[in-house]
């Protein structure tokens, strides 16, 4: 195995080990090869931070949106605020410029409020896309370990004993 797979190749390479273990006479048990099992889940365990970090970067990325319609939002304001400046000699336009800042803000404020809006909805839906991921990896890797846990499924195999002269 390589540590360039993902969680859900990992996983399906498990569940081939799983699937093609060999049976055992009279009963559901099967014996699997422990050591692709066992490198597979150190596999996974190297693949497991990485998955993390994935999701990590996409808090840091919706966050650096948010900081950006900020500033965004800011720089817009300091326009209305310059352009309301340069207006404020005639009483006219003094007042149309007042009408025009405040339509101004309320569209930043409310375009920082959509991006932050849809920037969270994303976020969280790829944090709880993660957060399923991990939680089925973890709940597979349980049964497997449970399942190695038992003696049976481990990789034995009873002999037959010799009759004399063979």
Do not use: H, W
């Amino acid at each position: 195995m390589q540590n360039s797979y993902s969680m859900q190749e990992l996983i399906d390479a498990l569940d081939d080990v799983v699937n093609e273990a060999s049976p055992m006479p009279f009963g559901k048990r099967s014996m699997v090869d422990v050591g692709k099992i066992s490198d597979i889940i150190s596999d996974m365990r190297m693949a497991l931070p990485l998955e993390i970090r994935q999701a990590q970067k996409v808090v840091e990325d919706k966050n650096n949106i948010i900081d950006e319609a900020k500033r965004e939002a800011e720089s817009i304001i300091r326009k209305a605020e310059e352009r309301r400046r340069e207006l404020i000699d005639e009483s006219d336009i003094l007042k149309e410029a007042r009408r025009r800042a405040t339509e101004v803000l309320g569209s930043a404020e409310a375009r920082c409020s959509d991006l932050r809006a849809s920037t969270d909805a994303f976020a969280d839906k790829m944090l709880m896309r993660v957060e399923e991921l991990l939680s089925k990896d973890l709940n597979d890797l349980r049964l497997l370990r449970q399942n190695i846990a038992s003696p049976v499924t481990q990789q034995t195999v009873v002999q037959a004993p010799e009759k004399p002269g063979e």
